[in-house]
Structure formats: C-alpha cells, structure tokens
C-alpha cells in the first residue's frame, strides 16, 4: 500500500504520514468488510480514498495548466515504457504535477473512466481527459529524455 | 501490449519499505482513537447522570409544601400594580466558558511524522468515502468525444473493448461528491452540553396586566420583622438568567433539552423596613428606597423540533417549562447597612414556546439564538417582573458543545 501513496502523493515523506491514518482507518473499519470483493481491494480503496482525502486537504487536486507547450505531440507507443523498471517509473510519477498525477493514477492505475474520475473530483470528462493526455506527453518526454 | 496495463504491471511488482516510525504512528493513532472513544462515552454518560441528578435535586429541594417568611405587602386594599419601568442594569450576559471534550495528547516519537490527532478525522472521512452508494460503477459510462488535438483524438479513438475492460480490473469505489465531509454515525442519541444566558424584556408591558392581579395571600400571622411596600411603583430590572443543560438528539427531528439554570430578578420600590420583636411590636421603621433582588434556580425542559438541520445553520422550534425555586429573595435599604432575607415557599411555574437558530462552528460546537415567549403562572412567589408581567418575550443565547 505504500507505492499507492506514494504514487498519489507524490513526497514520500508525506506519503508516510497518509500510509500511516490509511492503516488507522483500516483497523478501525476492519467490522465493516463484509466479504464483498477481495481485501485487498477494499484495502486498496481505502488507502486510495486516503490518499485523495489527502491531497484535497492541501488543495493539490487543482487541474494543472503545464505543458501547453506540449500540445501537439504524438503519443508514442509503448517500446519506451518497457525499458524502465519499477523505480524509474515511480520516480517519474512523482514528478508528475499533482492535477496530472491524480488523474493518471485513476486512470491508467486504477482504472477509472473519465466519467468516474469527473465525478470523483469534480471536474468534468473533459478535463479529465486532458489532464491524462497532458500527463502522458510529460511522461513521454520524460522518458525521451531518460533514453 | 496497451502502455496503461504495461505501467500497471510494473507498478504492481514495485516494494517499498516502510519506515519503522510509521507503525509506531499506527499504534499511537489506535490507543488515541481508542481514547477518545472512551471520552466521549464518559461526557455522554456524565450529561445523563448531570440530568438525573437534576431531576432528582428536583425533587428534593423544590419542596412545595415547605414554609417560608412571607412578605406582607403594603397597600393590601388598592391592589394596584402601577406602570412598570424597566431599569437599565448595566451587567450583560456574560457567556460561560466553552466546554469541550479533549483527549489527552498522546506522546508519539518525534520521527513518527504527523498527527495521530488527526487519525479519528481521516477514519470518518474515510468511512464516509467507503459507505456512499456505487452510483458511478453502475451508472452507464456513455463516454462522449469531444477533443482537438492530437493526442487527445488518440485516446477518444481507443478501443471500447479496452474502456470496458477497465471496470473489471479493480474493485470500484465511489468517491463521495462531498469530501472530506465528516459525519459522526456512531451514536443513535446524539448528545449536546449547553451554555446560556437568557434575558427577558419588559417589552411586552403595554400588553401585561397592569390592573388587579391576583396578589399573594395575605398571612394571618402576627407582624413579623421584614419589608412593608410603601409605594404602589416599582422600577423592574432585566431578568437574567444563566445555566447549562443536555440536548438529547433522539430522532433527526425530536430532541429533548433538560437543565439547570439561574435567573437573577430585581426590582427597587420606595419602603419601610419594620423590625418586629417577639410580641408584634415594632421596634423601628427605616424608610427608604429598597433595592430587591431575588435569585431563582430552576430545571427547564424542552421539546425541540427540528426544522432545518444542514451543517452549518440549524432551525428549530421549541416548547417547554421550567420550575424554579426561589433560594433567596434580598431587600437592602439604600444609604443603609439594613438588609433582610426571605427564602419564600412554593416554586415557580412558567411554560415557553420559540424558535431558534443555532449557526454551527466546526463539527461540535455551535452558537444559538433562542428567541421565545414565557408565561409565568401565578404561585404565589414574591412580586417580581414575572408576578407584574406573566408574559414576557425571551431572548436566550448560548453554546452547544455536541459530544
């Protein structure tokens, strides 16, 4: 559960502290699982609602407005994606801009529709769609870069 | 192979080591939820035993058969109340201090990083998140295309197999539309602490009874050393009145409030102070102007009705009564060092009906305004605003603490 924090958080220092009330609320709530889906799944929720009650806390859930610059480049295909392991990969997430990261997260990770995550952050499918595509280009460049 | 489940795989494989400090957090933030569980169930348990034994003081000292000195009034056969006069008292009501429920801060390592404070926050926030309906996964996810660049048309060109096979990789949640909204469900009576200040106005006197009321019974007893009115006026002070008391929330719309409180009523007339020896002579008589105050303890009950219940403002109607017992009723003489002390007998009934609206700061502590009108029943208690104006329009304020 700690690479979930750290992947929604972004600091792995304040992805501690959010690994640490996820624990909390999980012992708390352990009555309430009744079953219904895997634990590690419903463990999963709870570490991922965490991490957003988190960073709406800080009001980091704002829709980031970079790389506009970036319009316009072509999604590459996955060849570049394979050559990295776990921690580059992490290490390239965290770098993400927050809007990005969050959105990222629920959409390529966890895998949310654009709907979902609208709903969820109350933003429309729209934006979320940008926010992903525009998380993408970064990564991309990113890994371009990396090369 | 599709890039989002290739970043997933290798994602799913990653380990991270978890500093030792955070268990330590984990374990500090569960006796720290454990804590004030045990808190609030002390405050809860503590405001019923508070209203039992007020009932029960009730019961014991409100006796209304006891006996008492009463004060004989003078001018027996006018029994004429002239126009009251509200005085200006320059004390306000003060609002007692806030009382609120704190658990004990718990000493956690200082590498421990953040807040085990904060655990029970993030519980309920997360509880909340957990227990909302799954509207959105079962909602139909009709995505619509509408995007301009490049890359942007590239994913509204994405397999609809793809979309719909992300439903089936982990388990969905609805994240509720209100974050972070936190909501206590673990109690089915809510419970509240109440601090108040009442005052009422003399308002309403253009509409009280001016003329005969029913004066208190005339005593048959010898003349006894006490207060003989000799002016048929009287100059009334605001009524004041302070106490505290529990609200029992039963029903989202019924709750119950049950207290204590003290009311300070006073008066100044023009009088004589007759100091009677044992056979019934009148020793001396000191005229002058009398300042009487009289001190009240009562048990008030309400029902209150909810009308609007939201989280920042609620509205309500109320209605109810209290007893009060007359505990000291003081006269002192002006440029004199005379004073005389009655505890007369019997209580005071009074029944009230108002509403109200209690403006929320934070999750537990809220401001109230209780605006009402009270009408004091006649049983005997000595002359007062309340004998002179049994209808009187209240304005009560105060905090409640929920626990």
């Known amino acids: ?147 | 192979m599709d890039q989002d489940l290739l970043m997933r795989s290798i994602l799913e494989g990653g380990q991270e080591e978890v500093p030792a400090h955070v268990w330590e957090g984990v374990s500090a933030g569960l006796d720290k939820a454990a804590r004030r569980r045990k808190v609030a169930l002390w405050w809860r348990r503590a405001a019923v035993g508070g209203a039992v034994a007020a009932a029960v003081a009730a019961v014991l000292v409100l006796n209304p058969g006891g006996s008492g000195d009463d004060i004989v009034p003078m001018d027996e056969g006018s029994g004429l109340i002239a126009v009251v006069e509200p005085v200006d008292t320059s004390d306000s009501v003060n609002p007692e201090e806030v009382l609120i429920a704190q658990a004990e801060p718990v000493v956690r390592p200082a590498s421990a990083g953040r807040r085990a404070e904060n655990a029970a926050e993030a519980v309920a926030e997360v509880t909340e998140a957990m227990e909302l309906t799954e509207a959105v996964e079962q909602a139909g996810t009709s995505e619509t295309v509408d995007v301009t660049d490049t890359v942007e048309k590239s994913e509204a060109n994405a397999d609809p197999a793809a979309e719909a096979s992300r439903k089936t990789v982990s388990e969905k949640t609805y994240f509720p539309e209100d974050w972070g909204e936190d909501e206590e469900k673990t109690a089915k009576v809510k419970t509240s602490l109440t601090l108040s200040g009442l005052t009422g106005t003399n308002s309403a006197q253009n509409s009280a009874r001016r003329n005969l009321i029913k004066r208190p019974s005339i005593s048959k007893a010898p003349a006894k050393t006490g207060i003989k009115e000799t002016s048929t006026n009287s100059t009334y002070g605001i009524p004041l009145s302070f106490g505290a008391g529990v609200k029992f929330d039963f029903t989202p719309k019924w709750s119950l409030g049950v207290g204590v409180n003290y009311s300070l009523l006073s008066r100044k007339f023009y009088g004589e102070y007759q100091k009677v020896d044992a056979s019934g002579i009148i020793e001396s008589s000191t005229s002058s102007d009398i300042t009487n105050t009289q001190h009240y303890i009562g048990i008030p009950v309400n029902a209150f009705y909810n009308i609007v219940n939201s989280k920042s403002v609620n509205f309500y109607a109320y209605a109810g009564g209290a007893v009060e017992k007359c505990i000291a009723d003081k006269y002192a003489l002006a440029n004199t060092s005379i004073t005389h002390k009655e505890v007369p007998a019997g209580v005071q009934w009074s029944a009230n009906v108002g509403i109200g609206a209690e403006f929320m700061i934070g999750n537990h502590l809220g401001l109230y305004i209780d605006p009402s009108l009270r009408y004091y029943f006649d049983n005997g208690q000595p002359k007062s605003i309340r004998t002179a104006q049994p209808f009187m329009l209240g304005f009560e304020m105060g905090l409640r603490v929920r626990l």
């Open chain 1, 1 to 147: 559960m700690f690479p979930i924090c750290i992947r929604y958080i972004g600091d792995r220092v304040q992805a501690e502290d959010v690994l640490q009330d996820g624990f909390i609320t999980l012992f708390e709530k352990l009555d309430s699982y009744k079953g219904d889906g895997s634990f590690e799944g419903w463990a999963r929720r709870i570490f991922v609602t965490t991490s957003l009650m988190a960073l709406r806390k800080k009001d980091a859930l704002k829709m980031s407005e970079e790389l506009d610059t970036a319009r316009g480049m072509k999604a590459e295909t996955v060849s570049q994606v394979q050559n990295i392991g776990y921690k580059e990969l992490m290490a390239l997430i965290m770098q993400l801009p927050p809007g990005f990261r969050t959105v990222f997260n629920l959409y390529s990770i966890e895998g949310y529709s654009h709907k979902e995550i609208g709903d969820m952050l109350g933003i429309s499918e729209t934006t979320s769609r940008t926010q992903l595509s525009r998380a993408r280009i970064w990564l991309q460049k990113k890994l371009k870069e990396n090369d």
